[in-house]
């Protein structure tokens, strides 16, 4: 397993950073709020799962060794893949999962695209007694600001499945939050954009 990349970031996509290793450049699918962490030309250290399918390698990287051990083991509840892992993990921090499962808090997991009300009642039947109390998180996860939050936030739900109709009418509702902090949080407003979609 490759479980970690250092190296140049090369380029930040809307999905994805390619990071420039020994003179090879590797695509790693991140969440918004890691993406919003890097920058062109700057070294970044990113803890890493390489998933193998029989026609593809698909290399995830995470903020911390905390939401790595997360995104590996909510894929152990059924119905749950790598890509449904990584839109919980754009969602919610590790800790909110946490809360969620130990509290049976349906609602919360239904926030995010592609998990409906049985799929969280299965979720937290299955990891309840392997998720871990709140608060045993082995490592913190703070969370990047964002100058240019708009941008950031739209790539982020496009990514996660929206149309850019939709993450725009999601941005409005949660503009005047935004500007209410010279430093918008990128991830907390994507998760109010979220919030916003799901009551629509």
């Known amino acids: ?7 140049r970031v090369d380029s930040v996509g809307l999905t994805s950073a390619v990071v420039e290793v020994g003179g090879v450049g590797l695509e790693v699918q991140c969440t918004p709020d890691t993406l919003a962490r890097l920058r062109s030309g700057s070294e970044a250290t990113l803890p890493t799962a390489l998933v193998v399918r029989e026609e593809s390698l698909t290399l995830y990287g995470f903020a911390d060794e905390d939401e790595r051990a997360m995104f590996e083991l909510v894929q ?3 119905g749950v893949g790598p890509k ?8 919610h921090r590790p800790e909110t999962l946490r809360r969620a499962v130990a509290a049976d808090d349906v609602k919360t997991l ?3 695209p592609g998990i409906g009300q049985k799929g969280a009642q299965r ?7 392997r998720i871990g109390p709140p608060g045993s998180a082995t490592t913190p996860s703070p969370r990047p600001s964002g100058a240019d939050w708009q941008a950031q936030v ?3 739900l496009v990514g996660l499945g929206w149309s850019a109709k939709e993450a725009d009418r999601a941005i409005a509702v949660i503009t005047p939050e935004a500007e209410a902090t010279d430093t918008p949080d990128v991830g907390q407003l994507l998760r109010a954009a979220l919030r916003a979609l799901s009551k629509a």
């Open 110 to 112: 239904t926030t995010v």
């Open 84 to 91: 449904l892992a990584q839109a919980m993990l754009a969602c």
């Open 76 to 78: 152990t509840a059924s």
């Open 154 to 156: 739209q790539s982020g």
């Open 123 to 129: 979720i937290i039947l299955e990891l309840k007694d």
């Open 1 to 7: 397993m490759i479980a970690f990349v250092r190296g």
